[in-house]
């Protein structure tokens, strides 16, 4: 084979990684994006351990009030309003071991609750004596017998490297 030809082979898996981005689709955004039509927007923290609650911020987007509601597995937590572009915090508990689904509705006289954003999230905080999680007790056994097997083939290896040197001697 050539020098050229082999370059070429040797070239070919460079050049499909770099072509393959342009051949594949565009990644979709996630769905449910911001919506530019809503009056406000939704952040979850994850829940702090301490408390067991997660923080909620609300940022108004437009240059009035807006009014709001939020709901914690269908039951209302907060309702109230949001100063023009200003954000509010609000904090909705979680109990230990469970997940709520957090709900944000815009609320005005002429139309409906509006749902402007949702997000699960999950209280998996630790309690006790974090009793999902076994104490550290040293390596795995199975890796120990596995180097023990290993150590013990090489050593044996040498033994009969040793012995095949000196059997059978001509005399």
């Known amino acids: 084979m050539r020098i050229g ?7 070919l898996p460079l050049a499909a990684l770099v072509l393959l981005p342009l051949l594949l689709p ?3 955004h ?3 994006g911001s919506d530019t039509g809503d009056p ?17 911020r609300l940022h108004n987007q437009t240059r009035q009030m807006v009014r709001f509601d939020l709901k914690a597995d269908g039951e209302s937590v907060a309702s109230g309003s949001i100063p023009a572009r200003k954000s509010i915090v ?3 508990k979680v109990r230990r071991g469970s997940s ?8 005005s006289d002429s139309t409906p609750e509006t749902l402007i954003d949702s997000t699960r999230v999950e ?3 630790p309690w006790g004596h974090h009793r999902r999680q076994l104490p550290f007790t040293g390596p795995p056994t199975d890796l120990l017998g596995k180097l023990a097997t290993a150590g013990g083939m090489v050593v044996m290896g040498g033994i009969l490297w040793w012995y095949g040197s ?6």
């Open 123 to 125: 209280n998996d905080c």
């Open 30 to 32: 996630a769905w449910p």
């Open 26 to 28: 565009s990644p979709a």
């Open 40 to 56: 406000f927007t939704m952040t979850v923290d994850d829940v702090a351990c301490r408390t067991g609650r997660a923080t909620v």
């Open 100 to 107: 709520a689904e957090i709900e944000a509705f815009s609320v």
């Open 166 to 171: 000196i059997w059978p001697r001509s005399s």
């Open 5 to 11: 030809t082999r370059l070429v082979l040797a070239c």
């Open 90 to 92: 609000r904090h909705v």
